[in-house]
């Protein structure tokens, strides 16, 4: 067995007007995040970690923000792309999302469903604050921290 760690980071501003969606998951906001496609961190934060552990680059070569096809994109399909790429099958995956709100405790199980059925792996949702700091602290936006474990095989 030959296993490659990956490690993935994404954050996104919030954006009035736009839906937030995370992990997959539609969750009532006030506001979404600022991006070309869907401003999925989680999914973004995952692609990252399968690129990485796979040696393939990062989420912008695949998909630039500069390409309108993947404007408004479902993250998930973004994934499930990458996931079309690689060599291996990934072992399991753990994210760390950071944000002042909403709270994700309701919403973990469904991202956990979600994307374990992407990844065809166990994959760990958690959640926590920045404690007021920074400019996550003050509610600007979200960020999301992945690691991944690909078995190449």
């Known amino acids: 067995m030959s296993f490659r760690v990956g490690i993935g980071y994404d954050s996104h501003r919030f954006a009035p007007g736009r839906r937030l969606v995370l992990g997959g998951v539609a969750i009532e906001h006030e506001a979404g995040l600022e991006g070309h496609s869907d401003a999925d961190v989680v999914v973004h934060a995952l692609i990252d970690a399968v690129l990485g552990a796979a040696g393939l680059g990062d989420l912008g070569a695949h998909f630039p923000p500069t390409d309108e096809r993947w404007r408004d994109a479902d993250s998930l399909d973004l994934l499930r792309t990458v996931l079309g790429e690689i060599r291996g099958a990934v072992a399991n995956a753990d994210v760390t999302v950071i944000c ?11 991202m956990e469903h979600l994307l374990g059925e ?31 474990l690909l078995d190449a095989g």
């Open 118 to 148: 992407a990844l065809a792996a166990p994959v760990s949702v958690k959640a926590t604050t920045n404690e007021g700091m920074g400019w996550i602290g003050r509610g600007e936006g979200i960020a999301a921290i992945a690691v991944v």
């Open 100 to 110: 002042e709100h909403p709270a994700l405790a309701p919403h973990r199980a469904e």
